[in-house]
C-alpha cells in the first residue's frame, strides 16, 4: 500500500479535553498506574524466573502474561501522559497504524494466554497424576508461541484493511490512542465490510477463548466439588480464584469494547472503558497474582529479607572500614 492512496499524513487525538488542573491531576494518577504496572508486572517476572519453587508451568505463564500486560500498557500509556503533560496530540499515519496493531496484537495474544492459562489450571486440578507428564517444558513453550502466533496472523489482515482505506474527510480521531472503531469511522468509503470482518475476528479471539476458559473451570468446579474435604475443596479453588478474577476484569471490559458494530459506540464510554483496560487492569494484576498466592507473597517476603540483609552486611562494612 502505497502512501499516496491516501491523504491524511496525521492524526490529532482529542484524548481527554478538560481544565488543565484536572489534566494535572489526571496525568499524575495514570503516572502512578503505569509506574506500578511496570515495577508490580516486572518483580513477578523476576522472582518467577528467580525463586526455584515458582518454575512449574502456572509460573512460566503467569511471567508471559505480565511480560504481555507491561508492552499493552506502554502502547497506549506514553503517548497519553505526553497529552496530558506537553499537549502532544498528534501522531503520524504510521505511528497510528502502528499503535493500533501492537495494541490488538497484544491484546489478543493476552487473551489467548488465558484460554492457555485456565487449560494448564484444568490439567492441573482434574489431572493432577498426569499433570507433569502433560503439561512439560516443550508443551508449555509450544502454547505461548502458538498464542503469539495465532495472535499475529489474525490481528494481521484486519490492520491491513484498515490500513487501506481512504481517510480524506477528517483526521481527529476522538480517543486518546488510535483505536479500530474511531478509525474506520473517519473513512470516507462505505466500511459495513470491514465491521463486519472485524466483528467476526473479535468474536471468535475473544469469545471462543472464553468458551475455553468457562469450560475448563466449569470442569474444575465439577472436580473440586467431588473432593470430600472442606479443606481440599477450599485448597483447590484457592488455585485458580486470582486467574478468575483477572479473566473477568480482561474479559468483560474488552468485550464491551470490541464485540460490537460501530453503530453501538458510544465515544465517551469507550475513552473511559479503555482507560480503565489500558490503566488500570494492568496495575491490579500484579496485586491479584500475589496476594493471593501464598508460594510467590513467601519468595517476595525471603527476597525482601536477603536483600535487608544484604544492605545491613554492606553498612556494617563500610562503618568498620571508616573506623565507625
Not at 34 to 49: C, D, P, Q, R
Not at 76 to 94: C, E, M, N, R
Not at 142 to 168: D, E, N, Q, R
Not at 175 to 191: M, Y
Request: net charge positive; with cysteine.
Amino acid at each position: 500500500m502505497s502512501h499516496s492512496n491516501y491523504s491524511v499524513q496525521e492524526f490529532f487525538l482529542v484524548g481527554f479535553p478538560m481544565d488543565p488542573s484536572v489534566q494535572l491531576l489526571l496525568f499524575f494518577l495514570v503516572l502512578a498506574n503505569y509506574l506500578i504496572t511496570l515495577t508490580g508486572n516486572g518483580v513477578i517476572i523476576s522472582i518467577t524466573l528467580s525463586d526455584h519453587r515458582l518454575q512449574s508451568p502456572m509460573y512460566f505463564f503467569l511471567r508471559n502474561f505480565s511480560f504481555v500486560e507491561i508492552w499493552f500498557t506502554t502502547v497506549t500509556v506514553p503517548k497519553l501522559l505526553a497529552g496530558f503533560l506537553v499537549g502532544s496530540h498528534t501522531i503520524t499515519f504510521v505511528g497510528c497504524m502502528a499503535q493500533c496493531y501492537f495494541y490488538f496484537l497484544l491484546g489478543a495474544t493476552e487473551f489467548l494466554l488465558l484460554g492457555v492459562m485456565s487449560f494448564d489450571r484444568y490439567q492441573a486440578v482434574c489431572n493432577p497424576l498426569r499433570y507433569p507428564a502433560l503439561m512439560t517444558g516443550k508443551f508449555c513453550l509450544k502454547l505461548v508461541c502458538g498464542s503469539w502466533v495465532a495472535a499475529f496472523f489474525t490481528i494481521l489482515g484486519p490492520l491491513i484493511m484498515v490500513t487501506g482505506l481512504p481517510y480524506c474527510n477528517s483526521n481527529v480521531i476522538n480517543h486518546f490512542f488510535c483505536d479500530r472503531t474511531p478509525l474506520v469511522n473517519l473513512a470516507c468509503t462505505d466500511t459495513e465490510w470491514v465491521e463486519n470482518i472485524n466483528l467476526v475476528l473479535a468474536g471468535v479471539l475473544i469469545l471462543g477463548s472464553l468458551v475455553l476458559t468457562v469450560i475448563s473451570y466449569c470442569l474444575i468446579t465439577m472436580t473440586v466439588l467431588r473432593i470430600p474435604s472442606a479443606q481440599g475443596r477450599s485448597k483447590a479453588f484457592s488455585t485458580c480464584a486470582s486467574h478468575m478474577m483477572v479473566v473477568t476484569i480482561v474479559y468483560g471490559s474488552h468485550i464491551f469494547m470490541h464485540v460490537r458494530t460501530t453503530h453501538t459506540y458510544t465515544e465517551r464510554v469507550d475513552k473511559v472503558v479503555a482507560l480503565m483496560t489500558s490503566v488500570v487492569a494492568p496495575s491490579l494484576n500484579p496485586f491479584i497474582y500475589t496476594l493471593r498466592n501464598e508460594k510467590v507473597k513467601e519468595a517476595l517476603r525471603e527476597a525482601a529479607q536477603k536483600r535487608g540483609l544484604f544492605c545491613t552486611k554492606e553498612i556494617k562494612r563500610k562503618k568498620t572500614f571508616m573506623g565507625l
